[in-house]
């Protein structure tokens, strides 16, 4: 059983109407965080039935315990994954997940490392989890998924970028299926426009973000097996196959396409997809960075695009600028909690899924840039910041700089005002000299000028002159 199966069954599985009287939510003067758990290398953050965080940390995972929204604590962490393998231990750890007593830990999230695959720990104890199982790849692993007893893996190797299931008890694969088994023409496509960026699997059904190549579901009732159960959206592989360099390079950095990440509501009749993009340079009034899209799959076979919920606004949207395209996101209930980058968290009501309704919304450019967010209990939810965005000149390229931590947020319960685009935990988070939106001027390049790692595309223009195979070793080095 997944974990909002668990909490909806439940009810929650924390409560704190007590906390929230001194809260934004209840004031309805702002919306701010209720804890935050400093967490250096925070990158995914997922929920588990045991309502512990775990939380993706760079150089390995942690626990972060929850069970007083308004104090997160770190419970536990393993900065060590792998290290008794002889290429280990394993690094550029980016993604976790979580089901039941079991997590997968993967890594690396980019090429370069020796050392690729997916370690399986059992945390039926989350003070102490132990090692079921590992399962080494010939390709690096950026996001993953576990559902009943299987790891589902993004196989980009540049040749059919497919869909790996592995055994989490035994570690050995089970089966593969790739969009090249539907149309192998992609395979004359420059890879960036078609990697496996994300995977999400609930009853049975693996739900693929496979970039400007669109959404697919895949049904995976039987791992060894899996087959085509329909196909959301996605442009088709003759559009790209005549680009030029340049052209390649703006397609795959703004819409349409980029689907980035997907996952169905509750009982999967509506499915949100996230399309990271960014405004072009220079740039084009009619571009905007990605925003999150909902479609009604209740019947798989023919999809229909529901609504939008468009990104935040800042003054410099394009790829250099302020990052407020969407991200990570998660379904519970009738509530959608999302994640924008420095363009903060969001919360909406889909009980109409074709009229979604902002609850509330925190917002700080100058010291978060989230991750993802994700339903915590009735009373509250949580979202991981990778780090502090005015330190992107001195802060490490692996992300884990000074404000990378777990937050905690209430759960809005109807209608909530939301803060101005400045708010903070702290009034002196937003120097008086800084722009409305909480942007810096030179928060993205560095000393010399030049643009540092960033979590879509940071390397992106290196990417097209490597060919398939080897592009995403410059196309993707963080995100």
Known sequence: MRRRDVLRATGGALTLPALLAGTGAATQDAFEPLGEAPLTGAKEAVVG???????????????????DPA????????????????DGPLEDIYDVKVDGDRLAVTGPANPGPELQGVVVFDVSDPTAPERVSTHETTFFNHNCDISEGT???????????????????????????????????????????WPLHDITVEDGVAYLAYWDAGTWLVDVSDPAEPTLRAKVRGRSAEEFIDLSQSESFEEGRQPPGN????????D???????????????????VRPGSIHLYDVSDPESPAKVAEIE??????????????????????????FTSWYRGGVRVHDISDPSAPRELAQFRD??????????????????????????????????????????YTFPNPDGPVPTASPTASPSPSATPADQPADGSTADATPSATGTPVRQPGFGLFGGALALGAGAAWRAFRRDD
């Open 49 to 67: 039935p045991d309502g512990y965080v775990y939380v993706a940390v760079t150089d390995g995972f942690a626990v972060v315990d929850v069970s």
């Open 71 to 86: 104090a997160p604590a770190v419970l536990h962490e393993n900065r060590d994954v792998w290290s008794d393998h002889e």
């Open 151 to 193: 790891v589902y893996l993004c196989g980009n190797d540049g040749e059919r970028n497919p869909l790996v299931t592995v055994d989490a008890e035994t570690g050995e694969e089970l089966g593969r299926w790739s969009i090249v088994s539907q149309d192998e023409t992609w395979q004359e496509v420059p890879f960036i426009h």
């Open 259 to 266: 689907d980035h990440f997907v996952a169905p509501n509750d």
């Open 268 to 286: 999967g009749t509506l499915v949100g997809i996230s399309v990271e993009a960014w405004d072009v340079d220079p740039p084009e009034e009619d």
């Open 311 to 336: 990104a935040p606004t800042t003054d410099d949207e394009g790829f250099t600028g302020v990052w407020t395209t969407s991200h990570n996101f998660e379904f519970a209930g009738d509530r959608l």
């Open 365 to 406: 450019s100058a010291t978060t840039s989230f991750w993802t967010a994700q339903y915590g209990g009735d009373s509250f939810f949580v979202a991981s910041s990778r780090k502090d965005p005015s330190e992107m000149e001195t802060a490490s390229a692996a992300g884990d700089g000074p404000g990378a931590a777990i």
